[in-house]
């Protein structure tokens, strides 16, 4: 199971490299629309953590815990399975 | 406006299954079943579902015992071997575009199934049908960049070539991937599942099929069943990765990357709604006098 710290990098470090900023500018309460993220570039976000946490998640998830803050609390939870 | 669009080319078809045979036989169920399966209860495994499948199109389009059946985009036969195997059908023939599907059928089929590497348009059979079942064609039937009265007139010629080969009576049992919650004025950003599987193609979208089957066929029967889809790409999606070895022993690393990726957020797509899994009864309505 991985954890919350690990989550957040992983997931800041996707925002930085779609939107072309550095992990330092990834404001990790801001939602994923907002920095920048589309709907396509949400359901490539859940495919790449589904490899990461090692087990299937529901593509909801980038709506339902919108910010990098609320979805790596929820993956590392275990509360978004 | 141009010409009506007839389809997808047979290049742009083989493009996408001529890839081997072999590399779909480690992922797919074993009737060879690629389209959307029809699940039921917690226990059900793939096989199950995608005949489960089979008997649907069959019961839909009232095929059992007949005479003859077409299958538009027959794959690799698993629809038509179940209409001669189990359902006693006396002849039935299937259209397909792909040369490796069509040889993997020659080698596996009875003599009363009819394989024939064409399209839909201009086909003419030698006697009409009695039932019709197309699923996971329709797809192919409109072209990227077409305009909505376009496509509409595409989808029409089909459906009127489909009247013309039918009893009088007759039904099709259609089953088709659809927009769904998608913005008709906001083209797809990211095209990538519709490229990938649909090269040179655009999906239909329930009203323009609704529209294009006017004065031809009569809608009798429409299930939504994208819940369907997303398990079948997430079954199709596990396989893969558990045979991935023998997947890129039989094609490429970059091959089975883009499956996998294309698999997941195709599953993704069904489950969010941008995309769903239409099946639609149709019949050839006929008033005897009709004036």
Not at chain 1, 58 to 70: C, D, G, H, K, M
Not at chain 2, 62 to 71: H, P, T, Y
Not at chain 2, 192 to 213: G, N, Q, Y
Not at chain 2, 253 to 271: D, G, I, K, P, T
Request: aromatic fraction near 10%; proline fraction near 4%.
């Amino acid at each position: 199971m991985k954890s919350y710290s690990e989550i957040e990098a992983m997931l800041a470090e996707q925002v930085a490299h779609w939107t072309g900023k550095s992990v330092d500018e990834i404001d990790r309460t801001r939602r994923f629309d907002h920095l920048g993220l589309d709907s396509a570039d949400a359901v490539r976000l859940i495919g790449e953590l589904e490899d990461f946490v090692g087990r299937p998640l529901s593509a909801s998830l980038p709506y339902t815990f919108p910010t990098i803050e609320q979805l790596a609390r929820s993956l590392a939870n275990g509360d978004a399975d | 406006m141009t010409e009506t669009y007839l389809g997808a080319s047979p290049a742009a078809i083989r493009h996408h299954y001529d890839v081997g045979n072999e590399f779909w036989q480690i992922w797919l169920d074993p009737t060879m079943s690629y389209s959307c399966a029809m699940w039921e209860g917690p226990d059900d495994d793939l096989e199950r579902a995608q005949r489960r499948k089979l008997d649907y199109h069959v019961e839909q389009a009232r095929a059992a015992g007949a005479k003859r059946v077409l299958d538009i985009g027959c794959g690799w036969g698993a629809q038509l071997l179940h209409l001669v195997g189990a359902h006693g059908v006396q002849h039935a023939v299937g259209l397909t575009l792909s040369d490796a599907q069509a040889q993997y059928l020659r080698a596996i089929a009875p003599g009363n199934v009819e394989v024939c590497v064409r399209g839909w348009n201009g086909y003419q059979p030698t006697e009409p049908f009695d039932a019709i079942i197309s699923v996971g064609a329709f797809e192919h039937f409109a072209r990227y960049g077409l305009s909505p009265e376009e496509h509409i007139e595409a989808y029409r010629r089909f459906f009127s070539a489909c009247r013309s080969w039918l009893k009088p009576g007759g039904r099709l049992s259609l089953q088709t991937i659809a927009y769904g919650d998608i913005p008709r004025d906001r083209p797809l950003r990211d095209r990538f599942i519709v490229d990938h599987v649909f090269p040179e193609s655009e999906l239909p979208r329930l009203a323009d099929i609704a529209r294009a089957t006017e004065m031809e066929l009569e809608i009798e029967k429409v299930r939504n069943d994208r819940g369907d889809y997303v398990k079948t790409l997430r079954a199709w999606f596990d396989r893969l990765r558990a045979r991935r070895a023998d997947a890129v022993a039989v094609s490429s690393e970059e091959l089975v990357e883009r499956y996998e990726r294309y698999l997941r957020m195709f599953a993704y797509s069904m489950e969010l709604g941008a995309f769903t899994l239409l099946r639609l009864t149709m019949r050839r309505i006929d008033l005897p006098g009709r004036w």
